[in-house]
């Protein structure tokens, strides 16, 4: 049985307190464009908006 260490696929990172608080800032920007909808989905939205309107006055007339 192999015990766990460098030579048998096991590696050890050190992280310095620039690396952590470098991960930190990019996990809390990630965070907050996963929240706050892209272009894309506001145009998809305008447009399907669009499309129900006028199929709700096609239908009224």
């Not at 310095?16 to 145009?43: N, S």
Request: charged content about 20%; overall charge neutral; some cysteine.
């Amino acid at each position: 049985m192999s015990s766990p260490g460098p030579g048998n696929g096991h590696w050890v990172r050190t992280r310095t307190e620039e690396d952590r608080a470098a991960f930190l800032t990019e996990h809390r920007a990630e965070q907050e464009r996963m929240l706050r909808p892209g272009v894309g989905a506001v145009v998809i939205l305008v447009v399907a908006g669009c499309l129900l309107l006028a199929w709700l006055l096609w239908a009224m007339f």
